[in-house]
């Protein structure tokens, strides 16, 4: 891992943690496994029974609600713009959500990968296309944007 703005190939848990405000139940990136300056990075969320939702989503058939799979490509995104934007924003909120579709079911046991590559960026807004995948499957997608809030 680089020490300079946008040199960062990847990031574990606890560097992760110091780019987002989000903690346990609601962080939904466990590890960034590539980030390409600040174009596009690869986060990853390991999806164990244990998690809350599971308990009523649903109990016999235990579904990664896909509003969650959205909301990890927004942290996934967020993470990226913490990492390469100088001096860091103080914070980076989800603004917008297009497009999503979701394409299958993900189940506990399943590495969901969140593939973020930036549409473009305009003062304090980016724009991002996600993919979700599992061992290579487009699950979900979806286009969406982001705040920076610098003061």
């Known amino acids: 891992m680089g020490d300079t703005p946008g040199s960062l190939d990847s990031a574990e848990i606890l560097e992760i943690l110091t ?3 989000h ?7 466990d590890r960034i496994i590539e980030m390409k300056g600040d174009e596009s990075c690869i986060g990853i969320k ?5 998690e809350p939702q599971f308990t009523g989503h649903f109990p016999r058939r235990p579904i990664m609600p896909g509003v969650l799979m959205i909301e990890g490509m927004a942290q996934t995104a967020g993470a990226l713009c913490a990492r390469t934007v100088t001096p860091r924003p103080k914070a980076v909120y989800f603004m917008t959500i297009d497009k999503a579709k979701f394409r299958k079911p993900v189940i506990p046991g399943d590495v969901l990968e969140y593939h973020m590559t930036k ?4 003062l304090n807004m980016w724009w991002f296309r996600g993919e979700a995948k599992v061992s290579g499957a487009l699950v979900a997608e979806a286009e969406i944007a ?3 809030v610098r003061d």
Not at 23 to 29: A, E, G, M, Q, T
Not at 46 to 50: E, P
Request: aromatic share 18%.
């Open 19 to 21: 780019y987002l405000p």
């Open 23 to 29: 903690r346990y139940p609601f962080l939904l990136v």
């Open 46 to 50: 390991n999806v164990t029974y244990n």
């Open 119 to 122: 549409l473009k960026s305009r």
């Open 146 to 148: 982001a705040m920076l």
